[in-house]
């Protein structure tokens, strides 16, 4: 089976621009989770998304959502950027409500 | 959001030596996932455990989940150069469906 997967690997964006990052999920995996992870803050929870439907949210501002399509792929938006959104982030399958997998991530650089 | 307590936060060992660390919280979780994480990588699952008191094994890794629920520990034995790397420990709690991971341990083996 593969993996999950995650595009693009690499973004160089500039202050108030806007940004989508996309997430397929491993195949027959229903529920994606979106994470933020910084040097500081270590690993943020974003959102998740299970039969496109937004079950669960973290912490941040509303410039950051996110949607989930009929076959699992999943798509995470973040507007007006700041500096401070520079990040790896990170999307997770699962398949069951247990275990989640990790994809390789985005690494966003806002400059 | 709320992070699990990792300890240690860092390690440096000589090759050969065995490995040991653990994630603490004061609330009961239903599953323990242990990861590691390359750098610019995602975390890859190592263990996943789901039982109170389970001890699992994936080749020199071993990993416990607490009898009180509110710990897990990883052993790394023999430890080789390839582990070097930030392993992670993660709690998902079903009230509320959501991960939670611990700040991280840094592995530097000395060959």
């Known amino acids: 089976k593969a993996g999950v997967t995650q595009t693009p690997r690499y973004l160089i964006k500039t202050r108030g621009q806007q940004v989508t990052l996309s997430c397929s999920p491993i195949?027959?995996?229903?529920?994606v989770s979106w994470y933020q992870q910084t040097p500081g803050q270590g690993l943020q929870f974003l959102f998740e998304y299970f039969s496109e439907t937004q079950r669960n949210k973290g912490n941040f501002p509303g410039r950051f959502s996110g949607r989930q399509f009929s076959n699992s792929r999943s798509e995470m938006n973040v507007s007006t950027l700041e500096l401070g959104d520079s990040a790896l982030y990170l999307c997770a399958s699962s398949g069951t409500r247990d275990t989640q997998y990790f994809g390789p991530g985005t690494r966003l650089t806002v400059l | 959001g709320q992070q699990l307590n990792q300890s240690p936060q860092s390690m440096f060992i000589q090759e050969g030596e065995d490995v040991s660390m653990n994630c603490t919280s004061s609330?009961?979780?239903?599953?323990w996932l242990w990861y590691k994480q390359d750098p610019g990588e995602g975390p890859v699952l190592l263990i996943a455990?789901?039982?109170?008191?389970e001890l699992t094994s994936n080749g020199r890794l071993t990993a416990q989940f607490g009898i009180t629920r509110k710990d897990s520990f990883l052993n790394i034995s023999a430890s080789i150069p390839s582990d070097v790397g930030i392993y992670f420990c993660?709690?998902?709690?079903?009230?509320?469906?959501?991960?939670?991971f611990g700040t991280g341990t840094s592995l530097t083996v000395i060959p």
């Open positions: 609330s009961i979780f239903n599953t």
């Open positions: 993660a709690g998902l709690r079903y009230t509320g469906n959501q991960f939670y």
């Open positions: 195949s027959g995996h229903r529920s």
């Open positions: 455990l789901y039982k109170a008191g």
